[in-house]
């Protein structure tokens, strides 16, 4: 509902209320009003409700509306500001009577679709700025692409006022938007970078990154040449508690010392996490403090929880295989591979440097 709706289910409302209130009124005045049917008075009551909420309605949105109206007319300042400031920029001029003559040609009959597109006088110049010249028949053709968007106006003047603001401000913001780079140079600036960005991403993607994916004979060799850098220092495997009280802490240390299961830790001890597996003595879980040995440790505090070690066994450190460590060796190869292709571009191209110009650049930063 819109409105001008709501106003009119207002009126009409309002118009239904009076005329009960006036039937009711004649029965009093005759001295009937003890007598008045509660069909009446329900009637009534019913549109006095209506008239109110009606009233609530109209008002919020005339409220909203108002609103509304403010903020297009806050967006329409700024936008003719834009529009005419890039015309003055591009020494924008029209034809002289430019409106009386496109209403020569724009009646009810090319609104309708019928218009002749072969006339040689279409062909003349309507407007120019900068280095374009716009013709009357790309306007017609314009608007008659253009029609379903003015179709709440109703004045054929309206219509090419409109229309052709519309078709001049587009031209002139297309026309601006294309030449941004030669109006504004730290723009193009920003563009050369993101465009040189690109660049370089696709090429180190072609030289470094796919071929470290891609190229799993090189990395077996890379693994195997640099097999000293993949090993695994001493490990225990254990279970590791860690509880949020020192007293169930407490609890869990017994409950260690016992043959209790794994699955029967964790049933007892749901408020606690309990975890099995290799761990190396600088992992996260275990506290900095702990120092390895078989059995159970006693309770540590570590990042505001309290820790309980279990130590099954301890594992000497060992060779890590490819599979255990291929995320790091991928890593590794790339590094690998893009330090080699540095050297191959160093090798090729000389890179001189204007010292002068540097410290030029330096004393700016």
């Known amino acids: 509902m819109d409105l001008e709706d709501a106003e009119h289910d207002l009126r009409d409302a309002e118009r239904e209320y009076r005329e009960v209130e006036k039937e009711k009124k004649t ?13 009446l008075l329900g009637e009534l009551t ?17 409220a909203r509306l108002k609103e509304f109206d403010t903020k297009i007319l806050k967006e329409k300042i700024v936008n003719d500001r834009f529009y005419n400031s890039i015309k003055k920029r591009y020494s924008f001029t029209e034809t002289v009577n430019v409106k009386e003559e496109l209403l020569k040609v724009v009646n009810d009959e090319f609104i309708k679709g019928s218009w002749n597109t072969a006339n040689d006088s279409y062909k003349k110049t309507l407007a120019t700025f900068a280095d374009e010249k716009l013709s009357y028949l790309e306007y017609y ?7 379903r968007s003015y179709k709440n106006l109703t004045v054929i003047k309206n219509i090419v006022t409109v229309s052709y603001n519309d078709f001049i401000n587009a031209r002139i913001y297309n026309y601006h938007n294309g030449h941004l780079e030669s109006e504004y140079p730290e723009f193009k600036n920003i563009v050369q ?8 991403f696709e090429l180190m993607e ?14 077996k060799k890379y693994y195997n040449k640099n097999k000293t850098n993949y090993f695994w220092k001493k490990r225990i495997e254990a279970i590791v508690v860690t509880s949020e009280t020192k007293k169930t802490a407490k609890k869990v240390i017994k409950l260690l010392k016992t043959n209790v299961t794994l699955k029967q830790l964790k049933e007892s ?10 761990y190396e003595l600088t992992d996260k879980e275990l506290p ?26 301890e594992v000497l450190p060992k060779q890590q295989l490819l599979d255990e460590v291929k995320g790091r060796v991928i890593n590794d190869f790339q590094t690998q591979i893009e330090k080699d292709w540095l050297v191959n571009l160093a090798s090729k191209y000389k890179v001189e440097v204007n010292q002068s110009v540097l410290e030029s650049v330096k004393k700016s930063l």
Do not use: A
């Open 27 to 39: 029965l009093e005045k005759w001295g009937f009003g003890s007598e008045i049917p509660s069909e």
């Open 206 to 219: 072609q030289e470094i990154w796919k071929k470290s994916k891609t190229d799993t004979i090189g990395l």
């Open 288 to 313: 900095k403090k702990y120092k390895s040995g078989i059995g159970v440790s006693k309770i540590f505090k570590h990042n505001n929880q309290y820790v309980v070690v279990k130590v099954i066994k």
């Open 141 to 147: 053709r314009y608007l008659s692409s253009k029609l």
């Open 46 to 62: 019913s549109q006095r409700k209506e008239v109110r909420g009606l009233k609530l309605m109209v008002k919020k949105m005339s």
């Open 193 to 200: 970078e993101y465009r040189e960005g690109l660049l370089l």
């Open 269 to 278: 001890q749901k408020n606690s996490i309990v975890s099995e597996g290799l």
